[in-house]
């Protein structure tokens, strides 16, 4: 109770460990909130959380709570899970998936991923998940990062023309990206003209600053 009241005015660490996937991770309490973040950015909690609640909005609340499978690609600590369960009230299958053994572990230490009734964790790499996975889902939501960086592989070609593999002919996919440089707009430009022949891509610039959010539908089932 004590750390919790101290929390309103300084932050406190409640752990501190190192990840040979993720770098150095860090569990701190702020404002009562318990917070997983890596050097360089928020891992769960925090503004990201509130980054994929935008999208989740943009997408629609009630269009969420009528789906039955949402994929996760990037649980790390479970906020978006947190978001889905307690603000959507989504009530189906909740497939949440995570390379690093370690952040996963702070999610049911820390975060109560355990108490999650329908939220199954799968312990894998994304592309050999979305490889093997026969479920198809309504909803996927990709949120891959190595702390403020984003794996090469998501901008191929093959990545995201496998997730639609694996997508109900009226699915969506939640992409969120970071954008920090030059480089990062151009990958980010060369990533929609590629794709908009196969989905239509709504486009969400500079969330809470340096975040785009990328919400790819059919053409027939945009969120607009």
Known sequence: MLKRILSYIFPITLSRQSSPV???LTVTLLSGKRL????NTDYSFGSLQRIL???LQKIGFERIQKQKNILVLGLAAGSVVETLVEEVRFRGQIHGVDIDPEVIAIGRQYFHLDKIKNLQIFLCDAQDYIKTTRVKYDLVIVDIF???QMPAFLFAPAFF???KEILNKKGVILFNTIVKTKAEVQRNKNFIEFFSDQFHID???KVEGENEI???STNENSTK
């Open 22 to 24: 993720s770098g150095q």
């Open 36 to 39: 997983l973040n890596t050097p």
């Open 53 to 55: 609640r935008f999208g």
């Open 146 to 148: 190595q702390d403020d």
């Open 161 to 163: 023309s496998q997730l």
């Open 203 to 205: 486009r969400y610039p």
């Open 214 to 216: 990328l919400i790819l």
